[in-house]
């Protein structure tokens, strides 16, 4: 018989880290993010990919930065 896991998930976190080199210099940009969930029923699911397009599109906007800047 299979454990049934009673834990409800009450908060999630997610991490993003792109490094790219430039010439002989390396640079790396990392975001976390956490964030607490409402106690109301919540979809999983969606909320993870909420979170990960925010923490992922906010590396790859400073990433663009950095390269635009040695353009």
Known sequence: MAYEVKGIPTKITATSRCAI???DNYYTIELSEERKLPES???LDSEYKALFDSVNGEVDRQMQEI???FK
Do not use: A, N
Request: proline share 0%.
């Open 67 to 69: 390269l635009q800047t």
């Open 21 to 23: 080199k430039i010439k």
């Open 41 to 43: 029923e919540v979809d």
